[in-house]
């Protein structure tokens, strides 16, 4: 059993939400599961650099979305908004390495007005990436967030990305992108998706 200084044991659960202690007896047992020693000079702050990072790489799980969303202006404007290239990095689900690429979203805003600041879109990818993901639903709750809380004409996520499970393990395509979108309201009548596609992808 590990012992935990203060330093571990104050970012536990009630700070950041996610229990570093555990991890770190985890990340102990999978270091003698692959036949390495745990207490040799190089590997005996990996537990808790590790329970570190997996603090960061889930921190979403514990943020929420309507509190990011919370605050909105008055603008006058009722056609696309669009941030793209938003680079983010996620966590596969299924074998926990990750998955990275470039988001792009956008939303017309509604009758009342409700715009958001510009970081907020990328902050709203950052919340639903930073959790155990597939890359399907991602995109889904990244769009269906501002459906909900912008209350917009309609709204567009595209998400490019690489998996790293399918680069560095199983089938090795290293290179091979997946690109999903979810698009809601105003923003799937022809026209208006034909619009929003060419500003995406018009680099
Ligand atoms: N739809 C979807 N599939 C994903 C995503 N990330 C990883 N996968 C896939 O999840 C699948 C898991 O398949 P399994 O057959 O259960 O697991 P596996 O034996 O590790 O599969 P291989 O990767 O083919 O070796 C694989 O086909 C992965 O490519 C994602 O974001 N969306
Ligand atoms: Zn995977």
Redesign the pocket.
Known sequence: MTEFDDDTANLTIANSGVDLPRIERAVREILEAIGEDPDRDGLVETPKRVAKAYGEFFAGLHEDPAELLATTFDIDHDELVLVKDIPFYST?E??LVP?HGSAHVGYIPGPEGKVTGLSKLARLVEVYARRP????RLTTQIVEALMEHLSPRGAMVVIECE?M??SM???RKPGAK?VTSAVRGQLREPATRAEAMSLILGK
Not at 133 to 136: A, D, G, I, K, S
């Open positions: 596969c299924h074998h998955f993901q597939v890359q399907e998996h499970c399918m393990r199983g089938v997946t």
